[in-house]
């Protein structure tokens, strides 16, 4: 008995790892590794597995890296990976078929299921190879077999024909026999040749008889029957015999037929007879000549061909197939539920028929774009339906391609994303509703220390305490109006008008509000001006000349918090951060400090919730900071090496007098 197929589990929590080995050891060879670099070190001296089932969230290498690691080894990169892990957002399902997984498992885990996921998986993995194989094999076979049989057939042609050139003839024939031989014996596996009479009696047949029908040897089957040459099943002899007789009665050249045989082995097999009528000339007789093919993994692999399609109809998404021009050639069963368009009435239509006028021309020329360079578009698009209503969906649009490497046609696959964008919606009213009712209260907390104020028979420690109260109030008034800011920038609602403002005090202070964690991480911050160095107090107004920059004051400051705070929390401790303004066309304002950014972390640095190594970051920082740069028409970008071991961030302000 075969050995069954091998799994590697990697996770870092020991129970996951329990679970998993007891779940599919019954089934098979499992290999469990609690890190990525474990899991390295096992293929390094253990043959790779048949499937890896990989948790995302371990540390120091996580499973996307794991994952990218092993697809660069080439025992392991046709392998297919299995995410297990606990996030569930979309951002981490696409990540982690960016970066090569075959499949996308929850926790917590249901061994069943996870059981399911990994047979289907392996089965299709299977189902790939031997496709491959079989449909390469038999296209190869049958052209060779064709070329090598025509050639036969022109030499015996030219033979009676030109008897003046018969030793030459004779010796092109024989060369052609000799070919013929090699062919059908290094094809035996595959298929054989045979001649027979019209009764059904066998006169011819070549080696590849044995090895295919696993009985007599073709020495020992000239002279008997076809029909008693195999098990044949009695439907296909049946069908087999009607045919031949309406061939021969009909006086046609050629015919083709099926036959199913059981092999010594117990199992079922498949020939494809391709049979043509000659008249032999020393005979004197009518023959039938032909080839017997070994079809048996090819008709495996139509019905598993009729099964994919199956599934491709009973999907509950959509699968829309178009030419180069977009226009619609095939469509399954969910596209006529969903659009309300019957397949009938798209074939042939443009894919603009689904168009809702909700998107603009730029929107479909990157769209394109993406499609026109080989690339597979994600989205989300607004369509519109048959009765004219409106419907969001969430997109993948691919290019196909043919063995040349060429684009034959596009696929793409549409999620219904309806219930989802009516969360979103509520959540926006949510949150919107909560930010304007936190200010009412506030402006109690704001206001009635000033009245305290008032009264001058309060000591000093209650007045400090009730400024410390008011100063709350007011720094908390100021974030949720920042935040409310930050929502109008994500939905484009937030109109900035560039005041001319003095660049330094807001440095100062922003530079003033990170002193007690510097102290704490006994980091330095250095500071220059035009490449002059420059104190971190900062002289007063009246003792420098100001660096004027047309911004949101407000902003402005929150930015430069944000991008400094930042620094301090990824600067090793007792290192120093430089932060330098360069005063030319414009202001450039860069900081510095020691540490790359991860590698997996730069595609994604300025994004909503990304972080890395902290406990307690939220993700927002880079993020926001990004987000005012861009609200107030300034550029930040990012660079980081690591032969440095360094990180710069550079913002551009553009020059006062043509700031818009």
């Excluded at 091998?6 to 007891?22: A, E, H």
């Excluded at 092999?263 to 020393?282: G, K, N, S, T, V």
């Excluded at 330095?524 to 420059?534: G, I, S, V």
Aim: charged share 30%; glycine share 4%; hydrophobic share 40%.
């Amino acid at each position: 008995m075969s050995n069954p197929p091998s799994i590697l589990v990697v996770d870092d929590q020991v129970d996951n790892l329990k679970l998993l080995f007891s779940a599919l050891k019954p089934d098979y060879r499992v290999r469990v590794a609690n890190s990525g670099a474990e899991a390295l070190d096992l293929l390094r001296s253990f043959p790779a597995p048949d499937l890896f089932l990989l948790d995302i969230m371990m540390p120091e290498m996580d499973g996307y890296a794991l994952c990218q690691r092993l697809k660069t080894i080439p025992a392991a990169s046709e392998t297919p990976v299995i995410f297990l892990t606990a996030r569930d957002r979309p951002e981490d399902e696409e990540r982690g078929f960016e970066v090569g997984a075959v499949d996308y498992v929850t926790k917590p885990v249901n061994p069943r299921l996870v059981r399911a996921r990994i047979k289907a998986q392996l089965a299709l993995a299977a189902q790939l190879r031997q496709a491959r194989r079989a449909v390469q094999a038999s296209n190869k076979l049958v052209a060779r077999v064709a070329r090598e049989r025509d050639d036969q057939q022109t030499q015996n042609a030219s033979l009676a024909r030109e008897i003046a050139e018969r030793e030459k003839a004779e010796a092109a024939l024989r060369e052609s026999q000799a070919r013929f031989a090699r062919l059908t014996s290094q094809l035996a596996d595959r298929l054989f040749f045979f001649t027979n009479a019209p009764a059904g009696e066998l006169l011819f047949v070549t080696e590849g008889f044995k090895r295919l029908l696993g009985g007599l040897t073709p020495e020992d089957a000239i002279g008997l029957s076809w029909r008693n040459l195999a098990e044949w099943s009695p439907e296909s002899l049946a069908n087999v015999i009607d045919e031949s007789r309406r061939w021969l009665r009909l006086g046609r050249e050629k015919a083709r037929f099926e036959l199913c045989f059981r092999h010594p082995d117990d199992d079922w097999r498949r020939l494809e007879i391709h049979a043509y009528r000659i008249f032999d000339q020393e005979r004197e007789q009518e023959l039938i000549e032909g080839i017997a093919l070994d079809v048996t993994e090819q008709r495996a692999l139509d019905a598993r061909l009729r099964t994919l399609a199956r599934a491709v109809e009973q999907a509950p998404v959509t699968i829309t197939m178009t030419d180069l021009n977009g226009d619609i050639l095939y469509v399954n069963p969910h596209f006529t539920r969903l659009s309300g368009f019957s397949q009938e009435e798209v074939r042939g239509e443009n894919s603009r028929l689904l168009k809702s006028g909700k998107h603009d021309d730029d929107f479909y020329r990157a769209m394109w774009d993406t499609l026109l360079r080989g690339e597979t578009w994600r989205g989300e698009l607004i369509n519109k339906n048959k009765q004219g209503q409106l419907y969001w969906v969430e997109a993948a649009i691919s290019p196909v391609f043919d063995e040349q490497g060429e684009v034959q046609n596009y696929v793409a696959v549409k999620q219904d994303i309806k219930d989802r964008k009516e969360l979103e919606s509520i959540k926006e009213d949510v949150e919107r509703i909560m930010r304007h009712d936190l200010k009412t209260p506030l402006n109690v907390v704001i206001n009635v220390p000033d009245l305290l104020l008032m009264d001058d028979s309060l000591s000093g420690e209650f007045r400090e305490d009730i400024e410390l109260i008011r100063e709350s109030g007011r720094r908390m008034l100021e974030m949720i109006e920042l935040s409310l800011d930050l929502f109008k920038m994500e939905t484009g609602q937030l109109r900035v008008s560039a005041n001319p403002i003095d660049l330094m005090p807001i440095v100062k202070d922003v530079c003033a509000s990170v002193a007690q964690p510097l102290t704490r991480k006994q980091l330095r911050l250095t500071m220059l001006r035009n490449d002059q160095p420059l104190p971190v107090e900062i002289a007063t107004a009246g003792e420098r000349r100001p660096v004027m920059v047309p911004a949101n004051a407000r902003l402005l400051a929150s930015m430069l918090g944000n991008l400094l705070t930042n620094a301090v929390e990824a600067s090793p401790p007792g290192e120093t951060i430089h932060l330098a303004i360069q005063e030319h066309d414009g202001v450039e304002l860069q900081l510095c400090n020691r540490g790359a950014v991860p590698a997996a972390m730069r595609p994604c640095f300025f994004e909503k919730y990304r972080t890395h190594g902290k406990t307690s970051g939220t993700g927002l920082g880079t993020y926001s900071a990004k987000l005012m740069a861009d609200t107030m028409g300034f550029e930040l970008t990012m660079t980081t090496s690591d032969v440095e071991d360094r990180t710069c961030l550079l913002l551009r302000i553009p020059p006062v007098a043509t700031a818009e």
